[in-house]
């Protein structure tokens, strides 16, 4: 790493430097920073992960970093912060996908998100705020979240009186007027004008224009009622059924997680985090207790026995995305008994994770210095019974879907995805595996003891989306021998540091990164001392996957290859929205 920061000193002699363990951050000015950009990228660092703004109102500015990891053996450990400090009254960065492709979604984000202009970006637009947001960047600080109270229920035209306990109010009989206000509220009048501004993306305008390449080809919408799209559409320009072009529109289930953040401490946030991907709930939360961990100072106080209940609990979380995963695969590929022995297989592993957590689904079992409770008695001997079932089923998968002749003939050589390509743009998980490349965050960054355990990463060369499919169904086997070998290794004992007193993170910064079941997942916190995170960036592998996956993949195929490419990466939308 001297070699690199000695490079950058020659060209960028104001560069300042931050090092804290495997995380490099590197400011220099914004003259010099896609000279900078281009250095670190020759040095190693290919594989772009995140790009992260932040307001500072008082000090006037916006830090804007890029944080690149890398698939180079040597390098997989380290993460680079590129990035530059911009006035907030004008912010303006050069973009720096030339560099780092994968970033040309990051910088739409950060576009909407903090107003930021990037120089030389071919189509900066909206991605995650509706056609018609007039209000000001959200992620700006003076930007505050509105309560929905009664003023806001009777502008909608929603008038609802509150209830009254033990006091029933007399019966009402509504008028039509009454019936005319909730059908037709002011939004939907402020809707129907915006159909008519032409500066309104509404309904995707400029997504149609952008996909019609010439005169013979149209724009057509594939979702958000398709059942495959799950709260997420594409806009496809296509030549007869050939797709020419492509533009995802998603948006739909954005919430604003990271906006919501701020108004949490560090334990309130971890119901609402785990929701954006609720049968992957552990492994979503994964890397952000480690990064609260961090900046609490506490990572090494963290119990033995509470780091084995967590690996256990992910690959629960992983076994149930990729069982999830494969029954809606079966149902795009005209295999409805893959869906039901799927649907029905998955419900050995909810049970086993339901007595240790309580919950069928979201868990909300990870706490910053371990996790929320101990397992019953009998469980672990109950965990390894399940194991043993589970894997059972899994065997007969192979040869009544996998060796099916219509599945090969769907996914076989149909999205091929190159190993340069899923590098450039930053493609995470199975599918980065299946092109190629040997690249998983438990090995690569081990955490949380994942570097006691025995097991392999299933990789692929063909980078079809046969491979990508076949790459999931593999790791099934691994998940199960990873919870095996914690069980075994689990030794009774504590399974939370207890705080005192109220929790305030030390000023400054975490980024932590796990493998969560559709890929590499970070946490990029900010704490300025308080209660509450300052920032909270999420990069999660949806986001990473489709944007930048459809764009390459599709293009070349015919519109019914389409669900098959489309959910061979495991895009879930509300992950990629949050």
């Known amino acids: 790493m001297n070699d690199l920061f000695e490079e950058v000193q020659k060209i960028a002699p104001q560069a300042q430097f931050y090092i804290r363990g495997n995380r490099v951050k590197i400011l220099t000015s914004v003259e010099d920073v896609v000279r900078v950009a281009d250095i670190v990228k020759r040095y190693g660092f290919n594989h772009i992960e995140s790009v992260c703004g932040t307001d500072y109102p008082n000090n006037s500015i916006i830090e804007l970093v890029y944080i690149v990891g890398s698939v180079k053996e040597d390098l997989k450990s380290k993460v680079i912060m590129l990035g530059s400090r911009i006035p907030r009254d004008n912010p303006v960065f050069p973009t720096l996908i030339n560099i780092w492709p994968g970033a040309y979604f990051h910088e739409r984000e950060e576009y909407e998100m903090l107003g930021i202009r990037f120089e030389g970006h071919p189509k900066l637009a909206k991605l995650l705020l509706p056609d018609d947001w007039d209000d000001i960047p959200p992620l700006r600080k003076e930007f505050h979240v509105k309560k929905w109270g009664a003023i806001e229920r009777e502008?909608?035209?929603?008038k609802i009186e509150r209830a009254v306990l033990h006091n029933p109010p007399p019966k009402c009989t509504p008028t039509p007027s009454d019936?005319?206000?909730?059908k037709t509220?002011?939004?939907?009048h402020r809707f129907q004008e915006a159909l008519e501004v032409p500066e309104y993306d509404t309904l995707g305008r400029q997504l149609f224009q952008w996909v019609k390449k010439d005169d013979r080809s149209i724009a057509i919408s594939f979702g958000i009622q398709h059942p495959g799209s799950g709260h997420m559409r594409l806009v496809l320009g296509v030549d007869g059924d050939i797709i020419t072009e492509v533009e995802p529109d998603i948006g739909y289930v954005h919430r604003g997680k990271e906006k919501m953040c701020e108004y949490k401490n560090y334990f309130q946030n971890i119901p609402q985090l785990e929701r954006p991907t609720v049968h992957d709930s552990c492994g979503m939360l994964f890397p952000y207790v480690l990064a609260v961990e961090d900046l609490l100072d506490i990572s090494d106080k963290v119990p033995e026995r509470a780091k084995y209940l967590r690996i256990i609990m992910a690959e629960f979380n992983r076994l149930l995305n990729h069982t999830y995963w494969l029954a809606i695969m079966g149902i795009f590929t005209g295999h409805s008994t893959m869906f039901m022995w799927a649907m029905g297989d998955r419900e050995l592993i909810i049970?086993?994770?339901?007595?240790?957590?309580?919950?069928?689904?979201?868990?909300?079992y990870f706490v910053p210095g371990g996790v929320r409770n101990d397992a019953p008695d009998g469980w672990s001997d109950y965990v390894l019974k399940i194991c043993d079932k589970f894997e059972s089923r899994i065997n007969k998968y192979r040869e009544m879907y996998f060796e099916n002749p219509v599945f090969l003939d769907r996914t076989v050589g149909v999205g091929v995805l190159r190993k340069q390509d899923a590098i450039d743009l930053g493609i995470v998980g199975p599918a980065l595996r299946a092109s190629g490349v040997n690249s998983d965050t438990r090995k690569d960054e081990p955490?949380?003891?994942?570097?006691?355990?025995d097991f392999d990463v299933p990789v692929m060369n063909e980078g079809d989306s046969y491979a990508r499919c076949?790459?999931?169904y593999m790791e099934m086997y691994q998940s199960l021998r990873i919870i095996r070998q914690a069980v075994n290794k689990m030794k009774p004992g504590p399974v939370r540091y207890h705080f005192r007193g109220r929790i305030r993170g030390r000023e400054g910064e975490a980024y932590a990164r796990t493998e969560a079941a559709r890929g590499s997942l970070s946490f990029y916190i900010i704490s300025d001392?308080?209660?509450?995170?300052?920032?909270v960036?999420?990069?999660?592998p949806s986001f990473r996957n489709l944007l930048a996956g459809v764009k390459k993949l599709l293009p070349g195929h015919r519109v019914a290859d389409v669900p098959v490419i489309h959910w061979s990466l495991n895009y879930w939308a509300v992950e990629a929205d949050r």
Do not use: H, N
């Open 155 to 158: 502008d909608s035209g929603l």
């Open 179 to 182: 019936f005319k206000k909730v």
């Open 185 to 188: 509220p002011d939004f939907l």
């Open 351 to 364: 049970d086993a994770a339901q007595r240790l957590c309580g919950a069928r689904v979201t868990f909300a």
């Open 447 to 453: 955490y949380s003891l994942y570097d006691t355990i």
């Open 470 to 472: 076949m790459v999931s």
């Open 529 to 535: 001392g308080k209660e509450k995170p300052y920032r």
């Open 537 to 540: 960036k999420i990069s999660p």
